[in-house]
Nanobody
Framework: QVQLVESGGGLVQAGGSLRLSCTTS????????MGWYRQAPGKQRELVAA???????NYADSVKGRFTISRDNAKNTVYLQMNSLKPEDTAVYYC?????????WGQGTQVTVSS
């Protein structure tokens, strides 16, 4: 059974930083990609950043230059470093893990950026 546990969300002022963490557990699967998505109230869930097994990253235009996705294989953890946060970054952030068969999701962590 694959599990994803997120942490690191919270309340921050505009211009501040947060680092989200997502630790995975389980065995018997190969990771195709991991990523972070977010969903703001009344909006659809959107991709924020992704990192595939080859190490290639992909970012939403709205976060390029401010957010960085990285992975520590030894800790089975993927991170999202968020700098220069804006009120429009406020959302529930979800970690995702894509295998070649299934997609898995974390429970979400709230990020609130005050102006």
């Amino acid at each position: 059974q694959v599990q994803l546990v997120e942490s690191g969300g919270g309340l921050v002022q505009a211009g501040g930083s947060l680092r989200l963490s997502c630790t995975t557990s389980g065995s018997g699967f190969s990771i195709k990609a991991m990523g972070w998505y977010r969903q703001a109230p009344g909006k659809q869930r959107e991709l924020v950043a992704a990192l595939n097994s080859a190490g290639t990253t992909n970012y939403a235009d709205s976060v390029k230059g401010r957010f960085t996705i990285s992975r520590d294989n030894a800790k089975n953890t993927v991170y999202l470093q968020m700098n220069s946060l804006k009120p429009e970054d406020t959302a529930v952030y979800y970690c995702s893990l894509k295998t070649f068969l299934l997609d898995y999701w974390g429970q979400g962590t709230q990020v609130t950026v005050s102006s």
